[in-house]
């Protein structure tokens, strides 16, 4: 069983027997706990930290755990905050394009399902593909570096900058590369530094529902560019970059999520050509080059290593190869905007720890990391093919247009008739299919959130990265199965 699952099982078990004990009653000792639940120490320990977030356990060191005491009425005084709703509608009313804040196409990825439920929604490595060890290893090696806690340069330690311009290529020096902390804080400033509240920015369509939370968020206005197997449509780019004026194109050149495209060759050019003359900045979000498939030939450089007129503002991260804690990536640039940049990310965060900057050097230069790699390579075609036999045997109406040589997910088509916003021919569509699924045990994510305007049909993503294996990703599609029978009578 997952740590975590063990961990919310034990919280479920504990706050129903709390009122066995009186306010102020101690319960059993950790060790009790373990012996009569057969589970680990430190499932105990995280389980009792969560009853004390929620208020119903105190903890005292070295006297054990006790059951709070209710809090004495009126000890905390119940306000009115109406006032908020004026106070956060009122800020935007004099904005071309008001802020909306919304996280929920973001959260599906970050959500822990509950226990039981097979995580095809999820966004990073399962515990058991990360390389736990080497990085345990890298941070302990790092904290007796001389200096680890030290005020890093604010543009990131000079040797792990070195590392990231080298990855990229194409002449790009440290000088041109700042650290960030991770994938998304390099896109929020990125897209802050080049795009004002109010302007439109072409986008990929469909695109990562992050990034188009960033944009809103920021006051600005996602205009969608279509894409196929073979990337981003030149064509329809330079029709919208001259339509909208927009002055950024935010893509995944490599292995495109939802999709799983990659740039062509052949369109590789083009758009840099097509962004270069409407005089505008191509975001190039570089996010799953690690996480190469095992049968994928070799790779396109990134997009700013052909790119010497400053273009390309290149945004990469080692947190999708890793952990979702080791949050550490890097924006690179040349020529002025550099300085913008720099300057947007010291004002939003001073700098990032130097002691997660330098166990990441620590991590990359060990010869861990090569080998770690190559079995993540591995593992991920494995669950790949796992995922697609499934799906052609149990579910061969969902149509599947790509299959991609890298990444962790598949973008299926629900059949005509399934309405993209929920709504279908007869009962069903994307929303229901997607809570059908749920109740079966099996958690996947919409299609909609990586929409920036109505989508063309009704879609699902699923991510073979979360799950500890083969066998899991094939119950996952039976269930996933069931659903479908059960929600969806078109299909």
């Not at 001389?146 to 290529?169: C, D, M």
């Amino acid at each position: 069983m997952q740590e975590r699952s063990s961990v919310a099982e034990l919280v479920e078990q504990l706050r129903k027997e709390l009122d066995r004990y009186s306010p102020g009653g101690k319960l059993p000792s950790s060790r009790a706990l373990v012996e009569r639940f057969r589970v680990s120490p430190v499932t105990v320990s995280r389980a009792l930290a969560l009853l004390a977030a929620e208020g119903l356990v105190v903890t005292r060191p070295g006297a054990g755990a006790f059951r709070a005491r209710p809090r004495e009425s009126g000890a905390a005084a119940v306000g009115d905050t109406s006032w908020q709703e004026v106070a956060l509608s009122a800020d935007g009313t004099a904005e071309p394009t008001p802020r909306t804040v919304d996280a929920s196409g973001v959260l599906v990825s970050l959500a822990s399902p509950p226990p039981g439920v097979i995580e095809f929604n999820g966004g990073y490595l399962h515990p058991a593909l990360q390389p736990e060890q080497a990085m345990g290893a890298a941070l302990s090696r790092a904290g007796r570096r001389p200096g680890v806690w030290a005020r890093p340069p604010v543009e990131g330690v000079t040797e792990l900058r070195e590392w990231f311009a080298r990855s990229i290529g194409g002449g790009i020096t440290a000088a041109e590369v700042i650290v960030a902390a991770g994938g998304q804080s390099a896109l929020t400033t990125a897209l802050r530094a080049l795009a004002s509240p109010g302007a439109p920015v072409l986008v990929e369509s469909p695109t990562y529902p992050g990034m188009l939370a960033i944009a809103r968020a920021a006051g600005l206005r996602p205009v969608p560019v279509p894409v196929d197997p073979d990337g981003v449509r030149p064509a329809l780019l330079a029709d919208a970059f001259r339509a909208s004026g927009a002055r950024v194109f935010v893509c995944q050149p490599l292995f495109q999520n939802p999709t799983g495209a990659a740039l062509s060759v052949e369109r590789r050019g083009e758009v840099l050509r097509i962004a270069r003359e409407a005089g505008a900045f191509v975001i190039e979000d570089d996010f799953v080059r690690r996480l190469v498939h095992e049968d994928a030939g070799p790779l396109p450089p990134p997009l700013a290593a052909d790119d010497p007129d400053g273009v390309v503002v290149h945004v990469s991260s080692l947190t999708k190869a890793t952990s979702p804690s080791f949050r550490v990536g890097a924006l690179a640039a040349r020529g002025p905007v550099l300085e913008r940049l720099r300057a947007i990310q010291v004002v939003d965060t001073f700098f990032v720890p130097r002691p997660l900057q330098e166990a990441a050097l620590e991590l990359v230069g060990s010869p861990a990391w090569p080998r770690h790699l190559r079995a993540v390579s591995r593992e991920l075609k494995i669950r790949r093919d796992a995922m697609t036999s499934a799906l052609r045997l149990h579910l061969p109406e969902l149509a599947l247009p790509h299959i991609p040589s890298g990444g962790y997910h598949l973008w299926l088509r629900l059949p005509d008739g399934t309405g993209g916003t929920g709504r279908a021919v007869g009962s069903g569509g994307e929303s229901a299919l997607v809570a059908a699924a749920l109740r079966a045990g099996v958690a996947v994510t919409p299609g909609r959130p990586y929409f920036s305007a109505e989508p063309p049909a009704a879609h699902l993503r699923l991510s073979f990265a979360g799950v500890s294996g083969a066998g899991e990703i094939v119950e996952g599609v039976r269930r996933l199965r069931a659903a479908v029978n059960g929600s969806t009578a078109g299909l």
